[in-house]
């Protein structure tokens, strides 16, 4: 394996799902479905795009159902056998994994995102990885990670994906200090978490896609807490900005959604049902519709 790639990600997937009570009363939101698949799947194949192997998910109580998403369903294969449908069956397997594929380890506590990574760190070992947010769905022609798994083979460090955000959005997202700027790929000198408008160093913010080195994990075993009490992971990578090590922020081309809101995740979903040829037309034809009848009403 060479020093630069990277063959493992963490799928932090322990959080309650507040926002979109009740449905996550009883389910885990993760597997709440973008048209007519899980939000996780849309995560695990990015990764497997990127060459990930193996996929670590730290979960909590009450995630069952997630980690059943990925098991064999034999009763379900066989009737699907049975009636002919060859191309159902193909789909159903694509969200199979194989065993030691997936494993998980459990946060107790809702400590913040940093201390979810951290309590990974017995799986990752000595290695760089990636972490992957599901809550970020992106559209793009070439995966997201893989854009920067293919970055990180020529640069290595630590890499964290990057868009602009408006500028009064800056507070809700880790914000990069920005150095040399590459336009794809810019080096980091500084990385903020949640700061105020005025405060914010530049409107390029972190989303959920990072590539890691293992001395992260080194920064995350001090337990430092940080914005909102909470053990931040963008306060470990700036903590390799001290360290004098590098951090870069890669501008990934592709679309991205906010599916942990109910307004990104309706969003996506009218992109991802347009963006499919077997829906796009009489899905269309139905916004059309509902779009005139709207302006009627005015």
């Avoid at 479905?33 to 939000?39: E, M, S």
């Avoid at 064999?72 to 009737?79: I, Q, R, S, T, W």
């Amino acid at each position: 394996m060479t020093k630069n790639k990277v063959t493992k990600a963490v799928f932090p997937v322990a959080g309650l799902g507040t926002r979109f009570l009740p449905a996550t009363k009883s389910i885990p939101k993760e597997i709440m479905t973008l048209v007519d698949r899980p939000l996780i799947q849309y995560a695990i194949d990015e990764a497997r795009a990127a060459g990930i192997g193996e996929f670590i998910f730290v979960t909590s109580r009450g995630k069952g159902a997630l980690e059943d998403y990925f098991d064999h369903a034999p009763e379900l294969e066989n009737a699907l056998r049975r009636s002919g449908k060859h191309q159902l069956l193909e789909v159903l397997e694509r969200t199979n994994m194989e065993s030691g594929a997936i494993a998980y380890v459990r946060q107790h506590r809702a400590l913040g995102l940093g201390h979810a990574v951290w309590c990974a760190r017995h799986l990752i070992g000595d290695e760089p990885f990636a972490v992957m947010l599901p809550d970020d769905v992106i559209a793009a022609e070439k995966p997201c990670l893989q854009q920067m798994a293919e970055a990180f083979a020529e640069t290595g460090g630590n890499m964290v994906a990057a868009m602009e955000v408006p500028p009064e959005k800056t507070s809700s997202y880790g914000v990069l200090d920005i150095g040399d700027d590459r336009g794809a790929l810019v080096t980091v000198k500084g990385m903020v978490e949640k700061p105020k408008q005025q405060d914010a160093p530049s409107n390029l913010a972190v989303i959920g896609r990072y590539i890691l080195s293992p001395d992260v994990l080194g920064n995350l075993n001090r337990r430092k807490t940080g914005a909102g009490g909470e053990i931040q992971l963008t306060d470990a990578i700036a903590e390799e900005i001290t360290a004098g090590r590098k951090v870069y922020g890669y501008r990934f081309r592709g679309q991205r959604y906010d599916c942990g809101s109910k307004a990104g995740f309706l969003q996506a979903t009218v992109a991802f049902g347009l963006a499919r040829t077997d829906l796009h037309d009489e899905f269309l034809e139905y916004l059309c519709q509902i779009m005139a009848q709207q302006k009627a009403a005015l």
